[in-house]
């Protein structure tokens, strides 16, 4: 069975009608990238997996434990790096104190901020707070991760730290799905790619078999891949 089953998932706002009987699997150490161009309904597929957001219809099945990542970085700006990070996994989790500021510190070396733990959000750059928002999802021992357009918020020039991040963890086989716009990463780092528009999957398959499809919507949307 697959790690993320959806099946037939719908959800309207209103008249609006943003997921149209979207079905999809993930696998274990799969990581899978959903684009399509703004309003496709990315981000409420992402939003009603993660429970932010309740479906009309259809089933999710995940058993598992998940972290998401937002594309804001979220982090309470009155709690240090450290309390950001740590909160979570010793109130929710109820695990030993000890062990989960030790693993924290560990993730932040990886992430290299070892020297940040004592600093408050607002004392870090765009990049620095959206490793920190990976180091906290990562210190939940997730399943599978979820980030939504992880890099949107942030200057061209630390996007590419950001990814960095998320290419070596998909290199550890962490399983994660993400919705990004940054196409030649998600080519580069995907087992598998969904292209989403209107509501609907419109084309679905590895990054050779998507990149190259016939399909006019995506070559439209993929215009620069083609020239």
Known sequence: MSLLEIKNLKKSFDDNVVLKDISLNVEKGEVLSIIGPSGSGK???LRC????????????NFDGTFGL????FNLFPHHSVMKNITNAPIKVQKRDKDEVFASAREL?????????ENAYPCELSGGQQQRVSIARALAMNPDILFFDEPTSALDPELTGEILKVIKD?????????I??????????VSDKIIFMDDGVIVVEGTPEEVFASDNERMKSFLGKFYD
Do not use: R, Y
């Open 108 to 116: 932040l070396k990886k992430m290299g901020l070892s020297e940040k």
């Open 169 to 177: 963890l998909a290199a550890e086989n962490m399983t994660m799905v």
């Open 49 to 60: 997996i993660t429970n932010l957001e309740k479906e009309d219809s259809g089933e999710i």
């Open 179 to 188: 919705v990004t716009h940054e196409m030649a990463f998600a080519k580069n």
């Open 69 to 72: 990542v937002f594309q804001n």
């Open 43 to 45: 981000s409420t597929l």
